[in-house]
């Protein structure tokens, strides 16, 4: 064990040229994946059930306009750079294709947003122009990540943090926390990322021309669409659940269900960091060293495997108690429902570096395929146990789904000849 963390401790510091590299990613996925959920946990603490359930719909309705606006850009961006920026005509190719996203999603959100949750209208619109502003900070920051650059992502993160951290301090001492204050201060948090990445874009490119190609445009929509796909059905195989938990059981079991989900959230920092530092620096070793690339791959998967058993172990011992404590008796069911949720942890380590090699040895249609196959199976199984199982037929169908992409990914890959 100890030769298998010595060699991809050597393969880490051959092949990334800065250790600093590490450490950023590490502190932006913990920014990212452990602090916001904490942030969200603590809003659970100050607002009612009702309420919180509205507020964890509204971040949620966020999270996908993020995921559709980044539309696999961001890791086309990472993904052609291989270790290096991508060039200004693609950049600005991508610019262009963003722009008609969004100003198209925004359109269909307030259409789709008056219809289904008219009484929530102002806080669901405001939670949607806020992931729009992040996935515009996340735009740019790729840019300088497939560079192997991470500073203007690591500022934005704690910028984003510390002003969502001070607006919570101020709304709880001088105004009530309500979902509609609680959807401004998370617009500010995310606006001032995206004014920052792209001051920092304009500042590296000030030399360069701005070009559009219309050939190069028509060839990178093909080449990103499956991406597209890829990135928004891996978010509605895991979210969607949670509108048919709103449309079937209200909005007091979709804060139930999110409390559990977040603390499992919680254990996902370590995954997180794998996907988003190695994604540059394995797509670089695919083309230049196979073999290393290979035994990279296995190590990692070893690594994760143990890591996932550890999370699990504290995870079980721990999280009933501490939603005892905190929470008192307010989110008993979130203490139940989250030792079902076990499985997950586990299962999501293992899926990372499968889904990541499918995605980096251009199988990235059969991932799409597999993942079509799987949100299929979920929204279906969803519809038909919600109403007699509630939150629990809900962990059991999301355990399910996971056990099927991976069972699909491994399955692939083993067939997959070189």
């Not at 203007?152 to 704690?158: A, M």
């Not at 296995?298 to 999280?319: G, N, Q």
């Not at 905190?326 to 999501?348: A, V």
């Amino acid at each position: 064990m100890v030769s298998i963390f010595s060699t991809l401790k050597l393969q880490l510091a051959k092949n990334i040229s800065e250790r600093k590299n590490l450490y950023e990613v590490s502190v932006i996925q913990a920014l990212r994946i452990f602090l916001f959920p904490l942030i969200i946990l603590f809003i659970a603490t100050r607002i009612p059930e009702y309420e919180f359930g509205i507020f964890a719909l509204g971040i949620t309705i966020a999270q996908l306009i993020i995921v559709i606006c980044d539309f696999g850009f961001n890791q086309r961006i990472v993904l052609i750079g291989n270790g290096t920026k991508p060039n200004i005509t693609q950049m600005t190719n991508f610019i262009f294709l963003r722009l008609l996203i969004i100003f198209f999603l925004l359109s269909i959100s307030i259409y789709l947003i008056n219809i289904f949750y008219s009484d929530f209208f102002i806080e669901y619109l405001i939670f949607c122009c806020s992931g729009i502003a992040y996935s515009i900070f996340n735009f740019f920051s790729a840019y300088f990540r497939a560079g192997l650059n991470f500073k203007i992502e690591l500022h934005g993160y704690v910028l984003s943090n510390f002003i969502l951290v001070i607006g919570l301090i101020f709304i709880e001492n001088f105004f009530i926390m309500t979902t509609l204050n609680l959807a401004i201060i998370f617009f500010v948090a995310r606006l001032l990322p995206m004014i920052f990445s792209v001051y920092m874009f304009l500042a590296d490119t000030r030399k360069m021309k701005f070009q559009l190609n219309l050939k190069d445009l028509t060839s990178e929509l093909k080449k990103v669409l499956p991406i597209a796909a890829i990135t928004i059905l891996a978010f509605l195989y895991i979210y969607i659940d949670l509108f048919l938990i709103e449309f079937y059981l209200g909005f007091e079991e979709v804060g139930q269900y999110q409390v559990a989900f977040r603390l499992i959230i919680l254990t996902m920092i370590i995954p997180e960091i794998f996907n988003h530092l190695m994604l540059p620096f394995l797509s670089k070793l695919w083309k230049k060293d196979p073999i290393n690339y290979f035994l990279t791959l296995r190590i990692s998967l070893i690594i994760l495997f143990l890591y996932s058993i550890i999370a699990t172990s504290l995870i079980a011992i721990f999280s009933k108690p501490v939603i005892s404590l905190i929470f008192l008796d307010k989110y008993s069911i979130s203490g139940e429902i989250i030792l079902y949720m076990l499985p997950l942890i586990i299962l999501r380590s293992l899926g990372a570096p499968l889904g990541l090699r499918l995605l980096i040895e251009n199988l990235a249609y059969y991932r799409l395929f597999f993942m079509l196959l799987v949100t299929f199976f979920t929204i279906i199984c969803n519809i038909i146990v919600i109403p007699m199982y509630g939150l629990y037929g809900v962990v059991f169908t999301s355990i399910i789904a996971h056990i099927i992409l991976n069972a699909l990914y491994w399955s692939k890959l083993r067939r997959w000849r070189h």
